[in-house]
């Protein structure tokens, strides 16, 4: 099915499962340990053995020797993996560094061997006894000393390096009201509860792995590539995943290394990377340097608008795309973008949840903030005055939907915006400076092509099957949603199977993609579904089109059917795939939403609490309410994160992140997190699928982070652009205390 016209009347305007707020229905396996994801695998695989990979002990240069000895002879040894055991390799399309290194060594941590044993405890014993000698190389491991040389990255139409309108340099110059700031964010880690973690058996020159994976295909394709085999000779499975944030898009370590260790032990090989490796071996959020520039007239309004921003990667890597947002979010005639990419001899740098988007807001929303206060205007109104229906790069197309304006005016008011302090410092409850800041919250919306088989069973059950993943973000549910809504079935009439490549492709998990695409696919195979029903029933064509599926039943002319009855012995089953016509080029499509959090910060000790924090989103049509809250309260907590505590130190002599653990790398627990409220806009986009739906979870993070600092800003007259906002940038500039 192609999706080129925008969606009519269709059933899943019913609402009489979509829409409604659902239980998930894995949540019981969840809840009772029997969900089993990648490393628990104890059904699939006969007396595995077990895999301890080795990081490289530098950043860079070469490996002189790796001495195997007393390692080989360790108790429990069957076999050791490096490259040299390993042979020539292919390399994937979806990552930058070799996921088994050597000689080269390209960044710290890089896989260079895996020793197979018996048991885990004795891998991880061998393996303390390889010895490897390096020859280490000069590294660049700063992005502030590396910035100079950063150049101008590949870029595409969607993505190019710079874009310019109009003319920025001479109306930023003559704008009555101007701010030109620079903001830094840090290199971030996914942090996920579960580990990068695969079984891999083979069986003659098949392989299957059994890993924690967001996009199947991608992950098959890319994995086929590596170990140079038939892509049909590769199964890829993964129905229960701990949390990805885009760490796990691609291929990583783990599922090549067990591969090859299955391969040289002779038996299945399970492996599980722990938690330093996560951090230095697979992908992380690069630091970004942000410049903005932005001009405005008395009366509020923009006349100039620049941001540039600088990131880094490994040779051959891609920049975080900062200023993706700067594009599209606020009017104003002149503008200026632009992006430079230095290299950096650093783990790579890759997709983390709402990559390009939650960084670029981390800093715009700030400037905004900044520039609302010279104005002299509220800095919600600011944003309003600056709103626009059309892509500001592109005037003649507008957007399918922008209700920007209206989240911000609910969130006003339900927040209580009318109480905060109209000048910073001004508000203090016993040893608190309190305050509130709020920021825009923006996520381009993407469509992909994603397909579906559904299964009607005499019995009346409906079987969806799908490569689709489930993240901790309940797909299962809304899959099953869309199948019981489009089939008139209840969802305890309906079975879910995801996450296996022996299922038809799906969009994936990933970018805010997942659910809109992937209920698409399966409403695509649904309505052929129903079409094969219609004539099993012999209906003619007008009563196949008026045909109403409810309650189990098909009803048409006054006639009424059992849907059971349509299957017959050996049951319907119908494949198809949502395509995407040009929709999407002719109207800019994205979702959006404001950020309201309120704030303390001790008087004394420069402490920051999170009082209360609301977000209010427009998003399309949302499939499942609770669902979707869950989303983005999760995405509020990992904002309040990156506010105010996430940082990946570098150590920039050795080329690696220091706090490569959870006790290092600090993340929010429940202590930090209040309130929190979520308020969902009634909104349908006609434009975006035929599910009228678009992505949520990103756009709770998107803008989180400024808004935290905007509070903080408010609460005591302390402007930090330099993320995480902790109390060290704080103490010297607090109020004085009476």
């Known amino acids: 099915m192609k999706f080129d016209t925008p969606a009519t009347t269709n059933p899943i305007d019913q609402l009489k499962v979509i829409g409604r707020p659902t239980d998930r229905i894995d949540g019981p396996r969840k809840t009772t340990g029997t969900a089993p994801y990648a490393y628990e695998r104890h059904d699939v695989a006969a007396n595995p053995a077990y895999g301890h990979i080795i990081g490289a002990g530098i950043a860079k240069g070469r490996i002189l020797r790796i001495d195997l000895t007393a390692a080989e002879a360790a108790p429990g040894v069957l076999t050791i993996v490096t490259a040299d055991s390993a042979g020539k390799l292919g390399h994937g399309k979806f990552n930058t560094a070799k996921l088994l290194g050597g000689p080269e060594v390209q960044h710290y941590h890089q896989a260079v061997a895996m020793v197979v044993a018996e048991s885990f405890e004795q891998a991880r014993a061998a393996a303390a006894l390889v010895r490897i000698e390096y020859a280490p190389t000069a590294g660049s491991f700063s992005l502030d000393k590396a910035k100079g040389d950063a150049k101008p990255p590949k870029g595409d139409d969607s993505t190019p390096p710079s874009t310019q309108v109009g003319d920025f340099d001479g109306a930023f110059a003559k704008a009555a009201l101007k701010i030109d700031e620079t903001y830094t964010t840090p290199d971030q880690s996914h942090a996920m509860m579960e580990p990068h973690a695969t079984i891999a058996v083979w069986a003659g020159d098949k392989l299957t792995v059994w890993t924690s994976n967001q996009m199947i295909d991608w992950g098959r394709g890319d994995l086929a590539r590596t170990l140079n085999l038939p892509r049909a000779n590769v ?52 630091a970004t340097i942000q410049r903005l520039r932005i001009g ?101 197309r507008p957007y399918s939907q922008r209700h920007l304006a209206e989240c911000l005016r609910t969130g006003a008011e339900r927040f209580g915006w009318g109480r905060r302090a109209s000048r910073p410092g001004e508000r203090r409850e016993g040893d608190w400076w309190i305050g509130m800041g709020v920021a825009a919250a923006f996520r381009n919306n993407l469509v992909m092509k994603s397909a579906a088989r559904v299964r009607l069973d005499s019995r009346g059950m409906v079987i969806v099957e799908t490569d689709m993943t489930d993240i901790g973000t ?12 489009m089939m008139g079935v209840g969802l305890d009439q309906v079975i879910v199977r995801l996450g296996d490549s022996a299922l038809p492709v799906s969009a994936g998990s990933g970018g805010q993609w997942g659910g809109n695409s992937s209920t698409a696919g399966v409403y695509a195979a649904c309505v052929k579904l129903r079409e094969m029903v219609a004539r099993q029933l012999g209906l003619d064509a007008k009563e196949a089109q008026q045909a ?78 609770k669902a979707a809250r869950s989303q983005v309260i999760g995405a509020m907590t990992m904002g309040v994160g990156a506010a105010l505590m996430e940082e990946l130190a570098v150590d920039e002599k050795r080329g690696f992140f220091v706090n490569h ?43 989180v982070a400024a808004a935290v600092a905007n509070a903080v800003y408010n609460a005591t007259g302390v402007r930090v652009r330099d993320y995480p906002v902790t109390l060290d940038k704080l103490l010297a500039k607090m109020p004085k205390v009476a």
């Open 296 to 396: 405005a007239e008395r009366d509020g309004k923009i006349t100039a608008i620049s941001h540039e921003s600088w990131s880094g990667d490994l040779p051959g890597g891609a920049p975080e795309t900062a200023v993706a947002q700067t594009r599209l979010l606020y009017a104003g005639a002149n503008r200026y973008t632009a992006m430079k990419l230095a290299v950096l001899d650093l783990p790579e740098g890759n997709a983390m949840r709402a990559p390009g988007e939650a960084p670029g807001l981390m800093a715009l929303e700030i400037a905004m903030d900044e520039l609302a206060e010279r104005v002299g205007m509220d800095p919600v109104q600011f944003r309003i005055v600056n709103d626009t229906q059309v892509d500001p790069e592109k005037p003649e």
């Open 548 to 625: 109403v599926f409810a309650d189990g039943q098909v009803r048409a002319d006054r006639k009424s059917f059992a849907l059971a009855d349509a299957a017959g012995p050996d049951g319907l089953v119908a494949e198809d795939h949502m395509e995407y016509g040009d929709l999407d080029k002719k109207f800019q499509q994205s979702t959006f939403g404001g950020h309201f959090v309120e704030v303390g910060v001790h008087a004394y000790t420069g402490e920051v609490r999170v009082r209360r924090m609301l977000a209010v989103c427009a998003a399309g049509r949302i499939l499942n309410p």
């Open 661 to 703: 653990d959870l006790a290092g790398y600090e993340v929010p627990v429940h202590a930090d997190i209040p309130h929190q409220e979520v308020i969902f806009l009634d909104e349908t986009d006609p434009l975006s699928s035929p599910m009228k739906a678009k992505g949520v979870g990103e756009l709770g993070i998107c803008g």
């Open 474 to 485: 309940g797909t299962y549910t809304i899959i099953a949603q869309t199948a019981a809504e």
């Open 235 to 286: 199964r890829l499975i993964s129905p229960f995943i701990g949390g990805g944030f885009g760490g796990k898009l691609f291929l990583r370590a783990d599922v090549v290394m067990a591969a090859l260790g299955a391969k040289a032990a002779g038996r299945p090989v399970k492996v599980a990377l722990q938690r330093p490796l996560i951090i230095n071996n697979t992908t992380h959020r690069p």
